[in-house]
C-alpha cells in the first residue's frame, strides 16, 4: 500500500513540473520567434523601402464598402520619388566615417584590446559609395517600385484607364529635382506598358510636366515658404538637442560593448550607414548589427521625432504651406464632377492627376487630411487641435506604441491616393459624389470623416479642407512687407531664388 501512494505522489508531482517546463520551452520559443521576427528594414524611417514597408497598416481598422453601383470617376496621386542612392553630402559622411573606423581600430591595437569584441567588417571597411562625386539620384530598386505602383494601380482601376493616352486626360507632374521626374518616368511607363508601339513592352511616350524650383508651390512649397526656411534654421539645433540623450545613451552602450571609442558622431554615422547598406544593399549584417532591436526603435524615434518637428504636426507652419497642393487635388474633383454633370464625351476631361515629389511634400499634405494622429479617428481631439492650429504632444518614446512612424508615412515611393466616386443618389438633396483615401494602397481612416476612409466630397471640404483655408499661401510664408517696398523685395527674393536654383538647398528626402 506504501509503494502504491507513491507512486502515485510521484505522478501528481510531474503533473505540474512537466506544466512548468512547458511554460518556460513557449516562453523561451517565442522570445526566440520575437528575435527572429525583428526585421530592421521595417524601422529605417523615412529611409526605409516601399515593399518592406507598404503592407504594414492599421490592424484595428475595418476599410469601407464602397457602395454598390460607386464607380471611381478621378484619381490623384501624391507620390514621393522612389529608393534612391545617398546624396554628396552623405556620400562625404559615409567617407569620413571610413577614416574614423581605421582611426579607431588603431587606437584599440594601441590599447591592446582584445579585437574578438570587435566586428570583423569594422576593419578596413570602406564606404560603398567612395569616390562618387554625385549623389541622390533613384536607383534600379526605386525604378521598380515606381513601375510596379503604375501597373498595380492600372489593375486596382481599369475604369480610370482605359483610354488612349493623352496629356489633358492623364497629367504627370514632378519637381525639377532628378530622381522626381525620374520616378514619374517610371511610374508612367508601368501605367502605360502594353499601350504603345515602342519595343517589346509596347511603351509609349507620355508628358511630365515640372515647375521651377524658384516658383513650385505646389510641390515644393518648402522651398518657396520663406518663413518655413527661418523657422527650420532656428529649429534644427533644438531638434539635435531633443536627440542627444538616445544618442548618448547608445554611445555608451556600444562602448562598453565593443570597447572602441565611440563619440556621438560616430553612432549618428553609423546608424545612417545602417540605414542605407539595409534599404538601398539588402545588408543587414554589418552596421545595424552593431545596435539590438530596441537601440534601434530609439534610434528609429529620434529620427521620426525630426521628421514631425520639422515636416508634420510639430508646427502648423509645416503643413499649412501646403494648401495650394490640396486646394489644386480639390480642384481636379470639382472638375471631375463638372465634367460629369455636362456629360462631357470620353476624352474630353481629366481622369488622373498624378504627381511626384518629396517626403517634405507627402508628410505635410498626410497632415493636412488629418492622418497618423494618436486616439480615436472616430472623436479625435488631436484633430481638433491641428485645425484650430494648437502644438500637439510630441509622439511617445519607445517601448510605447505610436502612430506616428516614418517607415509608414513616408517610405520611399510613399504615396496618397484620392479617389472620386460617382455613386446613384436617388434622393437628390444627398451628395452624390464621394472621397476614398488610400495610403500606401490601403484605406486610411480620416478624422474629419468620422474615421472612416469614404465619405461624401462636401463633408471632406467641409471638415478637411475648408478649416485650413483661413490663410492663404503668400500670408503664411511670407514676412510682412510695408507696401511700398513689397513688390521690391518680392523682386530681388524671386531673382536670389532664381539664382541658386541650381543648388540642392539640403540634405532633401
Same mark, same amino acid.
Given at each position: 500500500?506504501?509503494?502504491?501512494?507513491?507512486?502515485?505522489?510521484?505522478?501528481?508531482?510531474?503533473?505540474?513540473?512537466?506544466?512548468?517546463?512547458?511554460?518556460?520551452?513557449?516562453?523561451?520559443?517565442?522570445?526566440?520567434?520575437?528575435?527572429?521576427?525583428?526585421?530592421?528594414?521595417?524601422?529605417?524611417?523615412?529611409?526605409?523601402?516601399?515593399?518592406?514597408?507598404?503592407?504594414?497598416?492599421?490592424?484595428?481598422?475595418?476599410?469601407?464598402?464602397?457602395?454598390?453601383?460607386?464607380?471611381?470617376?478621378?484619381?490623384?496621386?501624391?507620390?514621393?520619388?522612389?529608393?534612391?542612392?545617398?546624396?554628396?553630402?552623405?556620400?562625404?559622411?559615409?567617407?569620413?566615417?571610413?577614416?574614423?573606423?581605421?582611426?579607431?581600430?588603431?587606437?584599440?591595437?594601441?590599447?591592446?584590446?582584445?579585437?574578438?569584441?570587435?566586428?570583423?567588417?569594422?576593419?578596413?571597411?570602406?564606404?560603398?559609395?567612395?569616390?562618387?562625386?554625385?549623389?541622390?539620384?533613384?536607383?534600379?530598386?526605386?525604378?521598380?517600385?515606381?513601375?510596379?505602383?503604375?501597373?498595380?494601380?492600372?489593375?486596382?482601376?481599369?475604369?480610370?484607364?482605359?483610354?488612349?493616352?493623352?496629356?489633358?486626360?492623364?497629367?504627370?507632374?514632378?519637381?525639377?529635382?532628378?530622381?522626381?521626374?525620374?520616378?514619374?518616368?517610371?511610374?508612367?511607363?508601368?501605367?502605360?506598358?502594353?499601350?504603345?508601339?515602342?519595343?517589346?513592352?509596347?511603351?509609349?511616350?507620355?508628358?511630365?510636366?515640372?515647375?521651377?524650383?524658384?516658383?513650385?508651390?505646389?510641390?515644393?512649397?518648402?522651398?518657396?515658404?520663406?518663413?518655413?526656411?527661418?523657422?527650420?534654421?532656428?529649429?534644427?539645433?533644438?531638434?539635435?538637442?531633443?536627440?542627444?540623450?538616445?544618442?548618448?545613451?547608445?554611445?555608451?552602450?556600444?562602448?562598453?560593448?565593443?570597447?572602441?571609442?565611440?563619440?556621438?558622431?560616430?553612432?549618428?554615422?553609423?546608424?545612417?550607414?545602417?540605414?542605407?547598406?539595409?534599404?538601398?544593399?539588402?545588408?543587414?549584417?554589418?552596421?545595424?548589427?552593431?545596435?539590438?532591436?530596441?537601440?534601434?526603435?530609439?534610434?528609429?524615434?529620434?529620427?521620426?521625432?525630426?521628421?514631425?518637428?520639422?515636416?508634420?504636426?510639430?508646427?502648423?507652419?509645416?503643413?499649412?504651406?501646403?494648401?495650394?497642393?490640396?486646394?489644386?487635388?480639390?480642384?481636379?474633383?470639382?472638375?471631375?464632377?463638372?465634367?460629369?454633370?455636362e456629360r462631357r464625351p470620353p476624352g474630353s476631361f481629366e481622369k488622373?492627376?498624378?504627381?511626384?515629389?518629396?517626403?517634405?511634400?507627402?508628410?505635410?499634405?498626410?497632415?493636412?487630411?488629418?492622418?497618423?494622429? @494618436? !486616439? #480615436?479617428?472616430?472623436?479625435?481631439? =488631436?484633430?481638433? /487641435?491641428?485645425?484650430?492650429?494648437? *502644438?500637439? $504632444?510630441?509622439?511617445?518614446?519607445?517601448?510605447?506604441?505610436?502612430?506616428?512612424?516614418?517607415?509608414?508615412?513616408?517610405?520611399?515611393?510613399?504615396?496618397?491616393?484620392?479617389?472620386?466616386?460617382?455613386?446613384?443618389?436617388?434622393?437628390?438633396?444627398?451628395?452624390?459624389?464621394?472621397?476614398?483615401?488610400?495610403?500606401?494602397?490601403?484605406?486610411?481612416?480620416?478624422?474629419?470623416? @468620422? !474615421? #472612416?476612409?469614404?465619405?461624401?466630397? =462636401?463633408?471632406? /471640404?467641409?471638415?478637411?479642407?475648408? *478649416?485650413? $483655408?483661413?490663410?492663404?499661401?503668400?500670408?503664411?510664408?511670407?514676412?510682412?512687407?510695408?507696401?511700398?517696398?513689397?513688390?521690391?523685395?518680392q523682386m530681388f527674393q524671386w531673382l536670389f531664388s532664381l539664382s541658386?536654383?541650381?543648388?540642392?538647398?539640403?540634405?532633401?528626402?
Amino acid at each position: 500500500m506504501g509503494g502504491g501512494f507513491c507512486r502515485v505522489q510521484s505522478k501528481r508531482m510531474k503533473k505540474p513540473i512537466v506544466a512548468l517546463l512547458m511554460v518556460i520551452f513557449f516562453s523561451a520559443f517565442n522570445c526566440f520567434n520575437a528575435e527572429e521576427a525583428f526585421d530592421v528594414r521595417k524601422h529605417l524611417s523615412t529611409v526605409s523601402r516601399y515593399g518592406a514597408v507598404k503592407e504594414i497598416a492599421n490592424g484595428n481598422f475595418i476599410p469601407s464598402k464602397v457602395p454598390e453601383g460607386c464607380v471611381p470617376t478621378h484619381l490623384n496621386l501624391v507620390a514621393r520619388h522612389g529608393t534612391r542612392s545617398p546624396t554628396k553630402k552623405r556620400i562625404r559622411e559615409l567617407d569620413n566615417l571610413s577614416l574614423r573606423l581605421e582611426d579607431l581600430i588603431k587606437d584599440a591595437r594601441r590599447r591592446n584590446l582584445h579585437l574578438e569584441r570587435v566586428p570583423s567588417w569594422l576593419d578596413g571597411w570602406k564606404s560603398p559609395w567612395q569616390g562618387r562625386l554625385k549623389g541622390g539620384e533613384l536607383i534600379s530598386k526605386g525604378e521598380e517600385e515606381l513601375y510596379d505602383l503604375g501597373l498595380k494601380i492600372r489593375e486596382k482601376f481599369p475604369s480610370l484607364f482605359d483610354e488612349e493616352y493623352h496629356p489633358n486626360i492623364y497629367t504627370i507632374r514632378a519637381t525639377q529635382v532628378p530622381r522626381a521626374s525620374a520616378s514619374a518616368v517610371a511610374f508612367g511607363m508601368g501605367l502605360f506598358s502594353g499601350n504603345g508601339s515602342l519595343g517589346p513592352g509596347k511603351h509609349r511616350a507620355f508628358s511630365v510636366i515640372s515647375e521651377s524650383r524658384a516658383s513650385d508651390i505646389m510641390l515644393r512649397f518648402h522651398d518657396c515658404c520663406h518663413n518655413y526656411k527661418h523657422f527650420r534654421e532656428k529649429q534644427e539645433p533644438a531638434v539635435n538637442k531633443l536627440k542627444e540623450p538616445v544618442l548618448n545613451e547608445i554611445t555608451s552602450a556600444l562602448i562598453g560593448r565593443y570597447g572602441l571609442n565611440f563619440t556621438r558622431q560616430d553612432i549618428s554615422s553609423l546608424w545612417f550607414l545602417c540605414k542605407q547598406e539595409a534599404s538601398l544593399l539588402d545588408i543587414t549584417n554589418q552596421a545595424c548589427s552593431l545596435f539590438g532591436p530596441s537601440e534601434i526603435m530609439l534610434l528609429e524615434w529620434t529620427d521620426d521625432l525630426e521628421a514631425y518637428i520639422l515636416k508634420g504636426y510639430g508646427n502648423s507652419l509645416n503643413y499649412r504651406m501646403g494648401l495650394p497642393l490640396l486646394e489644386d487635388v480639390v480642384q481636379s474633383m470639382e472638375q471631375a464632377i463638372q465634367a460629369e454633370e455636362e456629360r462631357r464625351p470620353p476624352g474630353s476631361f481629366e481622369k488622373a492627376r498624378l504627381r511626384f515629389a518629396h517626403a517634405e511634400t507627402i508628410i505635410p499634405f498626410s497632415c493636412l487630411l488629418g492622418l497618423f494622429l @494618436d !486616439g #480615436s479617428a472616430v472623436d479625435n481631439v =488631436e484633430f481638433k /487641435k491641428i485645425q484650430k492650429e494648437q *502644438p500637439l $504632444q510630441l509622439p511617445p518614446k519607445p517601448p510605447q506604441k505610436r502612430t506616428w512612424r516614418g517607415s509608414t508615412l513616408a517610405p520611399f515611393a510613399g504615396n496618397n491616393m484620392l479617389i472620386l466616386y460617382s455613386c446613384p443618389a436617388q434622393d437628390k438633396s444627398k451628395s452624390k459624389h464621394f472621397v476614398q483615401v488610400l495610403h500606401n494602397e490601403h484605406p486610411i481612416p480620416m478624422p474629419g470623416c @468620422d !474615421g #472612416s476612409d469614404f465619405c461624401s466630397f =462636401e463633408v471632406f /471640404k467641409e471638415k478637411i479642407v475648408a *478649416p485650413h $483655408q483661413k490663410h492663404d499661401y503668400d500670408t503664411v510664408c511670407n514676412p510682412k512687407q510695408e507696401p511700398s517696398s513689397g513688390s521690391i523685395y518680392q523682386m530681388f527674393q524671386w531673382l536670389f531664388s532664381l539664382s541658386k536654383g541650381d543648388k540642392q538647398p539640403r540634405d532633401e528626402f
